[in-house]
């Protein structure tokens, strides 16, 4: 979760200095760190949500989730609410053992802040 007091171990760059609740605000070009142990196949779950004062502003958005620099999904969102994520990652996209980076890039945010989407929480699953 996102207001957890680790949270900020998990923060690369992108998203509000603290958390407003079970939740924080992401901003343009977010960038999470996992580091992940020499495990089986994993998933890459998230749960994030369009606040509706912020679609009125972008409309429909596009998040382009990059893993490692790769890219890995595009995830339409086309109303506000909420939206679950849920993806097998395939081997050889992440380091393990090792630091992974997760881009969660939306292609429109709402000014003047640059908000894109609130992120409840993410990480990999077995």
């Not at 999904?73 to 086309?78: A, F, K, P, Q, T």
């Not at 993806?87 to 997760?102: C, S």
Request: net charge negative; charged share 20%.
């Amino acid at each position: 979760m996102m207001s957890d007091a680790d949270a900020d171990a998990y923060i690369v760059q992108g998203f509000r200095a603290k958390s407003e609740g079970a939740w924080r605000w992401a901003h343009d070009h977010p960038v999470l760190r996992f580091t992940l142990p020499d495990a089986g196949p994993l998933k890459f779950s998230a749960f994030f949500t369009l606040p509706e004062a912020t679609f009125r502003q972008t409309g429909p958005i596009t998040l382009t989730i990059s893993i490692n620099g790769r890219h890995f999904d595009d995830v339409r969102c086309d109303h506000a609410g909420d939206y679950p994520f849920l993806q097998p990652v395939p081997d050889q996209m992440l380091h393990k053992p090792g630091v992974n980076l997760v881009a969660m890039v939306p292609d429109k945010t709402a000014t003047p802040e640059k908000l894109g989407f609130v992120l409840v929480r993410a990480g990999f699953v077995e």
